[in-house]
């Protein structure tokens, strides 16, 4: 690949995250619609039970964290969490809707974690994998690794593609991305990038030795994988 080509790319992707903080930012007062689906729901209480198992006594580091919907399933089993999202406007909510004293609510950036003052346990990102570049992805599991422990416990829980509950694939672009067109309230339409990985893609990623013991989970609507970070 010429550096040119590269950089043209890079640059390209570099809107496209800039295009989604600013959909995120706006969608802040309708971010939780998503979950209201009547089509989810089932899938939603199967999830809400199971994820605080994966999390309950930890250190948490929660990625993405949005208003604050699952923060406040891991909240009242996590030893503590520090929950970073790039929207300030979504941040407000999530203060709102889990104001509880071991949860700290920060501005940032996931691809710029920070320790907090020493190795976090474990760590959760929901619905954040899917925006990620396909050729960032590696780039993000990595420097989360890096302010976990040894052995630290990841979970990555995401949407499927379902035909009539997604919003339709709009465009793909050279890389493979593939990006939805959503329309907020306010009549405002944006181009979000949303990559819809498989099963192997993500242990292939996994395997590739930036983690170990990778479980993949999938419901009607969701997946989720967890896995350790390596020891060595």
């Known amino acids: 690949m010429s550096s ?3 950089k043209r790319r890079g640059a390209y992707l570099e809107r496209s995250l800039s295009a989604m903080q600013t959909y995120y930012a706006a969608r802040a007062g309708e971010y939780d619609a998503v979950y209201e689906k009547p089509e989810r729901q089932a899938d939603l209480r199967r999830i809400e039970r199971w994820l605080p198992s994966t999390m309950s006594g930890q250190r948490v580091l929660e990625v993405a964290c949005g208003t604050g919907y699952w923060t406040q399933f891991l909240a009242p089993v996590a030893l503590s ?3 970073v999202d790039s929207s300030a406007e979504t941040l407000r909510i999530a203060k709102r809707r889990v104001p ?4 700290l609510f920060e501005v940032g950036d996931a691809y710029a974690l920070k320790h907090h003052g020493g190795l976090f346990g474990a760590a959760f990102a ?8 396909l050729d960032r992805q590696g780039e993000f599991l990595r420097g989360l690794n890096e302010v976990l422990e040894p052995g630290a416990k990841v979970v990555l829980l995401d949407n499927r593609f ?14 493979g991305n593939t990006y939805q067109s959503r329309k907020l309230g306010n009549g405002s339409t944006h ?4 990559n819809f990985p498989t099963e192997a893609q993500l242990l292939a990623l996994i395997e590739s030795g930036l983690g170990q013991s990778a479980v993949y989970t999938c419901w009607s ?8 970070v390596p020891e060595a």
């Not at 929901?126 to 570049?133: I, Y």
């Open 81 to 83: 969490i520090v929950a």
């Open 4 to 6: 040119c080509f590269a």
């Open 126 to 133: 929901g619905f954040w994998f899917s925006h990620v570049p």
């Open 162 to 175: 379902v035909e009539g509950s997604s919003s339709a694939i709009s465009e793909q672009d050279p890389a």
């Open 191 to 194: 181009r979000v990038l949303k």
């Open 100 to 103: 509880h004293n071991t949860v």
């Open 221 to 228: 609507f969701f997946w989720a994988l967890e896995y350790r």
